[in-house]
């Protein structure tokens, strides 16, 4: 039986073998991580902010699936409803622009908390067109493979957004 001093040691040189056969494969995660997050901040910087939608399938896999808030599941390849409620925001926000508050990653999905900010010309959500500034939070979660979005949860202030629209 090892005393204690006895143990001591073995336990360091075990913990020591561990470390080198556990940091390597930590580090490679932590680099996927950082390029997943990258690859979601360059969507909404050249993509979103620019309004270039034909870069839209640079970061999206094309049976990308889009979570949408009211419980509908839509696969890209089978329906084009993400990209027009993105040109219908960019014309009811024509100046929109995201700035990224927060961004979070575990294993291969990433949650983003944005702010959004432009001036609304357009119907919205049932509000007439008032030509007022808005600033709205939205918050997405994306799921990355193979350096592409293939799935995409999204939560919208939609109530702060008809607050701000709604005053005189």
Do not use: C
């Amino acid at each position: 039986m090892a005393t204690t001093a006895q143990a001591l040691p073995i336990r360091a040189i075990l913990l020591m073998l561990l470390s080198f056969w556990y940091l390597p494969t930590f580090g490679q995660g932590q680099a996927l991580l950082n390029t997943n997050k990258k690859l979601v901040v360059r969507y909404f910087n050249e993509v979103i902010n620019t309004q270039k939608l034909n870069r839209f399938g640079e970061f999206f896999s094309s049976d990308y699936m889009w979570h949408q808030m009211n419980g509908i599941d839509v696969r890209s390849s089978q329906d084009s409803s993400h990209l027009s409620t993105i040109r219908w925001l960019f014309t009811a926000i024509p100046d929109v622009h995201y700035s990224i508050d927060h961004v979070i990653a575990e294993g291969d999905l990433i949650a983003v908390n944005t702010t959004a900010t432009g001036t609304a010309r357009s119907e919205m959500f049932g509000l007439p067109a008032v030509q007022k500034k808005v600033n709205f939070k939205q918050m997405f979660f994306f799921r990355i493979r193979n350096n592409k979005i293939t799935e995409e949860w999204e939560v919208v202030d939609v109530g702060g957004i008809n607050a701000q629209l709604a005053k005189p």
